[in-house]
């Protein structure tokens, strides 16, 4: 039954039947066409508001609930359904597990079209809160408002926020009182930042006018123990910044970095910033099986570092090494995986096109005391040649960690031709791996599937894949 409202169709008493691609979930209507839905879950009986109507399938929000799921839970933070970031959060973790599983074997099986072994059971993360090391605040003076603070007689004098952006809104900034991602000191650190930063009246950014001073704050944590604090400025305030950042240092003792940057650029990312040192080192380290890695304010690293560690020890075990292989790794990024795995090879070769994150890779094998890798910069599909393979050999095992985008099809093709015993394939985006392996299927047969969490509480799931050649 469907009736219309302002243009867009109600469709009525949907039952959700599973949970599809960027966390939405699924039903059906009943002229057969697929409903995604941002904010029900599997199991749920709904009434659907559509917002995107389209040959195949419709999109919308659930606008009320005749039955609830027997697999929701009460959602941990406050600021859930208004923030976007942890989708999640409202269905028990047990079950986040089975759909995320459930989306890289149909993946694999749908868009791939490939044989399968069994696929292992996933590797769910041990915490499911407070397991990022890396997360981003931005300020605005221009908060966002909830229904209720809109619909209430109370006017809102205090607009300064200190958050994140929400869902498809560039300008409005969510102000937080408490995220459940980063473990302490990080509230502790946004909430001091903000009141101080209030205190000493320096303006919040405008992102529409371009106006105030204050951008960002990122804080980085790592399992050693040390603290990374960047605040990010529109333009230079000398005596507020360094009385703002003298604040900082003396709140918190335990932060060994404490950086800032002066960005009167339209965008606010550092990437082609300069960072300056406030007080402290321009760094922290993260530590991994003995290995240590230094990380500063533009290194990627896995925001995830205990479910990391999971996701190598994996990726290492696929690879089965016996100490006499060439391994190439491919988009190598700052060579966690190359240096993980090194003391099980001959030689590892790792290739990335960012060459902050080659010099970062070299400087951490020198300080690992590891002498069998080498790191080169270069875009994938330019240096990964025949001249590459002439000069390092032909490897015996490639491992291969690809953006969401996956491998270029020229990377795939000298896969081909390199035709290695072994590719470990990891991947954050199954679709784009199921494509990849579609076209290595010819040459190679998939022997082992491990999907790895390494975000609770999102619909986000790596996935780790062994190839092996087929007998031809």
Request: net charge neutral; charged share 25%; aromatic share 10%.
């Amino acid at each position: 039954m469907a009736r219309k409202k302002t243009n867009r169709v109600i469709l009525e008493n949907l039952t959700v039947i599973d949970a599809g691609a960027k966390g939405k979930a699924v039903a059906k209507a009943e002229d057969g066409r697929v409903v995604f839905i941002n904010n029900a879950i599997p199991g749920d009986v709904v009434d659907v508001q559509t917002t995107k109507k389209r040959k195949a399938y419709f999109e919308g929000n659930a606008i009320s609930f005749s039955k609830l799921s027997d697999k929701r839970v009460e959602p941990t933070c406050e600021h859930f359904g208004t923030c976007g970031g942890c989708k999640w959060q409202n269905m028990g973790y047990e079950h986040q597990l089975f759909y995320k599983q459930k989306e890289v074997e149909n993946n694999l099986k749908r868009l791939g079209k490939v044989e399968l072994p069994e696929v292992s059971p996933i590797l769910g993360s041990a915490d499911q809160y407070f397991y990022r090391n890396k997360m981003e605040f931005s300020f605005s003076d221009s908060k966002w408002l909830t229904l209720d603070q809109i619909k209430s007689d109370v006017i809102v004098e205090n607009k300064n926020a200190l958050g994140f952006h929400i869902p498809g809104m560039w300008d409005k900034i969510l102000d937080l009182n408490k995220c459940h991602l980063q473990r302490d000191p990080s509230n502790a650190i946004r909430d001091f930042v903000k009141a101080e930063a209030e205190k000493l009246d320096i303006p919040f950014f405008n992102t529409r006018n371009q106006t105030g001073v204050l951008r960002t704050l990122m804080i980085r944590t790592s399992t050693t123990g040390e603290v990374m604090v960047l605040l990010q400025f529109f333009k230079e305030d000398k005596t507020k910044r360094e009385a703002l950042l003298n604040a900082i240092a003396e709140k918190f003792p335990d932060v060994t970095s404490l950086l800032y940057v002066i960005n009167g650029k339209g965008n606010d990312t550092i990437y082609d910033q300069e960072v300056l040192v406030h007080s402290g080192k321009d760094h922290i380290f993260e530590e991994m099986e003995g290995l240590t890695f230094k990380i500063n304010a533009k290194s990627f690293y896995q925001t995830n570092s205990e479910q990391a560690f999971e996701l190598y020890k994996v990726t290492r075990d696929f690879a089965g090494l016996n100490g006499d292989e060439l391994i190439f790794d491919l988009y190598t990024g700052t060579g966690t995986i190359a240096q993980f795995v090194a003391k099980n090879a001959k030689k590892v070769i790792g290739v990335e096109a960012v060459p902050d994150a080659i010099t970062a890779a070299k400087e951490n094998a020198e300080r690992n005391g590891i002498t069998n890798c080498e790191f080169y910069v270069g875009d994938m599909k330019k240096v990964f040649n025949e001249q590459f393979i002439a000069k390092h050999g032909m490897a015996d095992v490639v491992i291969t960690d690809p953006p969401r985008d996956g491998m270029h099809a020229y990377v795939v093709a000298q896969l081909i031709n390199l035709a290695p015993q072994k590719i470990v394939y990891v991947s954050c985006n199954s679709a784009t791996q199921a494509r990849d392996l579609s076209l290595l299927d010819s040459l190679y047969k998939v022997t082992k599937v491990q999907p790895v969490d390494m975000f609770p509480q999102t619909h986000h799931v790596e996935n780790v894949v062994l190839l092996e050649k087929r007998n031809v």
